[in-house]
């Protein structure tokens, strides 16, 4: 085998990395309008969605040399409850602790989906070794969707669910496999781990090994 030139494998790698990024600013676009669209026209009655203003954060790797993370957070607030605001947050992780753990040797993209009452962004995010921390206090159900136990103030459960992110090529894609689950799971808060899908029905799940 010859060896690679580096000034060749340096630019290949430029490119690609260029590359990853222009499908991933793109993926931003395509989940925001999806998600945004399917909730005003779907849970206008049991959400206030006059207003569904989308915040965006990054976070880079430890070299500096490129974001490992690209977070969405859409407040959401239930007609009922108009004291509490929750949050839908979109979690991309390309790299580090968003997609590898102890646990979790995984070398694939992720697109994580948690909602609950914090925003996630740079400052506040998720990584895979919270689903195998024990203060956490999580239920899982069948390594596919986790939820937490609600705090004092909150009777609605803190749930996540896990994609591959190469699963989403298309507008279909992301219409069947992640928009429609969270309408679902949105429609109906989550209480007393009464779920309102079934997490070994949905397609495209990352499903997190055991200890």
């Not at 993926?27 to 915040?55: C, G, H, M, P, R």
């Not at 070299?63 to 007609?79: A, C, K, R």
Request: hydrophobic content about 30%.
């Amino acid at each position: 085998m010859k060896p690679v030139k580096t000034e060749t494998s340096f630019y290949c790698a430029m490119q690609c990395l260029q590359s990853v990024g222009n499908k991933v600013n793109q993926l931003t676009v395509d989940l925001e309008k999806s998600l945004t669209n399917a909730i005003q026209q779907t849970l206008s009655s049991t959400l206030f969605t006059d207003t569904l203003y989308w915040s965006y954060s990054d976070k880079e790797n430890p070299s500096n040399w490129f974001y490992e993370s690209t977070y969405l957070s859409l407040p959401i607030i239930y007609t009922r409850h108009k004291e509490r605001t929750f949050y839908l947050n979109i979690q991309i992780s390309l790299h580090g602790l968003g997609i590898q753990s102890h646990s979790t040797k995984n070398t694939e993209p992720l697109l994580h989906v948690f909602f609950g009452d914090i925003p996630l962004n740079r400052e506040h995010t998720f990584e895979l070794n919270q689903i195998y921390d024990s203060r956490e206090n999580i239920t899982s159900f069948n390594q596919r969707l986790f939820t937490w136990s609600p705090n004092t103030t909150n009777s609605y459960q803190p749930w996540l669910i896990s994609f591959y992110l190469t699963e989403f090529n298309t507008p279909q894609d992301i219409q069947e496999k992640l928009v429609q689950p969270c309408l679902t799971l949105l429609k109906k808060p989550i209480k007393h781990n009464d779920l309102p899908v079934d997490p070994q029905k949905m397609a495209a799940l990352f499903i997190y090994p055991r200890e």
